[in-house]
């Protein structure tokens, strides 16, 4: 493949933020480049988030996007919580009108992938060392190297979308960014095997042993979660040692009806609260897991992602094609509103639902009066459904 010299865009990471940017920025004829250090098959191999918000959906229909997902996604009207040894429902659609989409993180990026080859977008895999340069300026640049050698990209901006561990946030100044982070004192251990799920919508469960969470990616493929050490590694973890945990912490119908087999893929996944703001550099911008992590258990770092995707194409739109800043000069206080929101909630659904041993008996007490009381009450049930569901733009 020719390597490019300039570009309008330079995107650095090919995970759903950086794809749908670049997919977004050329449907409205602005050029880009995106740069992934690791190669497709790699990028398209990792087993992460599968509930989409209604907005995301809305997102990925409007641009041109959601054929494959509305033919094999599972629309899901609810979730059921499950304490006290039984299950309670909250129904989604009857309290907000809206619904969430069970479709895999790997399947949005299979598609963005698709997409992006049909076009004849340029994304360059295994690109070493990409580093962006003077985005300080009016002449940013991003430089990396491959095989071929030491390559120098010319940009009018640059995006980093290369998650938590990537480059952009890592060189701005420290006296110019502010980060906010929490770090739980547990992980999750999940299990991806080739059975059907056991019920057909999410159930998390507050139990004693643990958190435990039953999802799925398709009807014939489930996901499965515990609450684990953070020091756990996925090989202490027979797969029998797994469902046997998972059965203990889910109500006695599940367990009973819970179909196991072979574990396709098994993994440890720490939880973090985490936002540095802002979210602009000058030229450089923030988006997704770049700038925010949360804790997977509202289901919301997907999400996250495409949203601030959505205000950073708009705004790049208006600045490229209408030579107006006012869309990147309220960028980062527009993603940022939304984040703090979703990182609110992210929170309390994880302190609602898992075990923390450092607050004991009255701890265990007080999840459970708040678990009854969301249940009962409409309000309560109404204010996790929305939240859960895609808060509006
Ligand atoms: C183990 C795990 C499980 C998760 N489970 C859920 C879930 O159940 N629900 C949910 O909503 N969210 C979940 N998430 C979060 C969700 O997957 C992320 O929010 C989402 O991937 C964010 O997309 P992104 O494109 O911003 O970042 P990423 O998907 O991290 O993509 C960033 C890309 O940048 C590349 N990159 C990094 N550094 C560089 C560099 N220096 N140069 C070039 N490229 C670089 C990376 O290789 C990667 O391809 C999970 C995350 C993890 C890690």
């Not at 979730?79 to 069970?102: P, Y």
């Not at 300080?136 to 979308?161: E, F, N």
Request: hydrophobic letters at 40%; aromatic letters at 8%; one cysteine or more.
């Amino acid at each position: 493949m020719n390597v490019p010299s300039r570009t309008q865009v330079a995107i650095i990471g090919a995970g759903p933020s950086g794809l749908l940017l670049g997919h977004l920025l050329h449907r409205a004829g602005i050029d880009n480049v995106i740069l992934e250090r690791r190669s497709a098959e790699y990028v398209l191999g990792r087993v992460r988030a599968g509930v989409l918000e209604q907005t995301t959906v809305d997102l990925l229909d409007e641009a041109g996007l959601g054929a494959r997902m509305h033919r094999e996604g599972l629309l899901h009207d609810g979730v059921e919580l499950s304490f006290g040894g039984a299950r309670h429902r909250i129904d989604f659609l009857g309290l907000t009108g809206k619904r969430v989409m069970v479709y895999g993180q790997t399947e949005v990026t299979h598609d963005l992938m698709d997409a992006r080859r049909a076009f004849g977008g340029t994304a360059l895999y295994e690109a070493l060392d990409v580093t962006p340069h003077a985005f300080d300026s009016g002449a940013p640049r991003v430089t990396w190297r491959d095989a071929q050698g030491d390559h120098d990209l010319a940009c009018d901006y640059i995006a980093g979308c290369d998650g938590y561990h990537g480059v952009s946030r890592a060189s701005v100044a420290a006296d110019a960014i502010a980060t906010y982070e929490r770090v739980y004192p547990f992980g999750w251990l999940g299990v991806l095997s080739d059975t059907p799920p056991v019920s057909p919508e999410l159930i998390y469960s507050n139990h004693e042993r643990g958190f435990a969470l039953c999802s799925m990616r398709s009807s014939t493929r489930s996901r499965y979660y515990i609450q684990c050490s953070v020091d756990d590694h996925p090989a202490q973890w027979s797969d029998a040692a797994f469902w046997d945990e998972l059965r203990r912490r889910l109500d006695p119908h599940a367990a009973e009806t819970i179909e196991t087999g072979p574990s396709v893929e098994k993994s440890v996944a720490p939880l973090r609260s985490f936002v540095a703001e802002p979210m602009r550099f000058g030229r450089l911008f923030l988006a997704g897991d770049a700038a925010h992590i949360v804790p997977p258990t509202g289901a919301k770092g997907l999400n996250l992602a495409v949203a601030d995707v959505r205000y950073l194409a708009e705004a790049l739109i208006e600045a490229l094609r209408e030579r107006s800043e006012a869309g990147i000069d309220h960028y980062s206080d527009r993603c940022l509103r939304r984040v703090w929101k979703a990182e609110r909630f992210s929170w309390w659904f994880t302190s609602l639902t898992h075990k923390f041993p450092e607050t004991g008996a009255i701890g265990r007490k007080l999840q459970r009066a708040e678990l009854d009381y969301l249940v009962s009450s409409h309000a309560a049930s109404t204010a996790m459904a929305e939240n859960y569901v895609g808060l509006p733009f």
